[in-house]
């Protein structure tokens, strides 16, 4: 079975601009999760989507939004973009009644 | 709100010797649980072992097993055997609902 899959794999964008990232789920997990890593420090939680509906939101601006769809795929928005928000962005899913989150390989993001 | 503190930024271990990596938490749930990943340069977080907090029996995975102290809120890993492939980043993290919150993480270093 295919695990967790992000796409892209890095994304270098300027100050200002707005990136879109995405995260396809393993196959039968309804819940996806977005956590920021920040070099050297664990990751941080930014939010958790289930049916399409957020369960939960991490300390993070509104710059920071996400949705899922009806396949259980995800996206999460960045707008405004600040050189602070270069990190490693990681999607995990999950199904809705376990609290084991599985991780994809993440999309290293640099804002220059 | 939960914290997880990690103690020991660098560990270090002979191939096929024993480490340990320690852990402490806090939190307020009276129920929660509590798992160890591993990361790998390749930068994928992988579920190395979880523990339930109602569950007085430690977990075992192989070469991965934990020392669960709830009255003193710790959670170690013991690798035993320690492996050329066991060398990572290793986080530590706890849940009550669908947050992950990690500590700062632990490098292991394993030499021949």
């Known amino acids: 079975d295919a695990g967790v899959t992000q796409s892209p794999t890095h994304l270098i964008k300027t100050r200002g601009q707005h990136v879109t990232l995405r995260c396809s789920p393993i196959?039968?997990?309804?819940?996806v999760s977005w956590y920021q890593q920040v070099l050297g420090q664990g990751p941080q939680f930014i939010f958790q989507y289930y049916e399409k509906e957020e369960r939960g939101r991490g300390n993070f601006p509104d710059r920071f939004s996400a949705r899922q769809f009806p396949n259980y795929s995800s996206e999460l928005n960045v707008n405004a973009l600040l050189l602070g928000d270069s990190a490693l962005y990681l999607c995990?899913?999950?199904?809705?009644?376990?609290?084991?989150?599985?991780f994809g390989p993440g999309t290293r993001l640099t804002v220059t | 709100a939960q914290t997880v503190t990690q103690s020991q930024p660098e560990m270090s271990v002979q191939e096929a010797e024993t480490v340990t990596l320690s852990c402490t938490y806090d939190t307020s749930e009276s129920d929660y649980y509590l798992f160890w990943y591993k990361q790998p340069p390749s930068r994928q977080m992988i579920l190395v072992i979880r523990?339930?907090?109602?569950?007085?029996q430690n977990a075992t995975e192989n070469r991965f097993s934990v020392n669960f102290q709830k009255a003193a809120k710790s959670f170690s890993l013991k690798i035993s055997d320690s492996q050329l492939g066991d060398a990572a980043m290793y986080f530590c993290?706890?849940?009550?609902?669908?947050?992950?919150?990690f500590g700062k993480g632990t490098s292991l270093l394993v030499t021949p």
């Open positions: 196959s039968g997990h309804k819940s």
């Open positions: 993290a706890c849940t009550s609902g669908y947050a992950l919150n």
């Open positions: 995990a899913s999950s199904f809705p009644i376990t609290y084991e989150q599985y």
């Open positions: 523990q339930e907090a109602y569950k007085q």
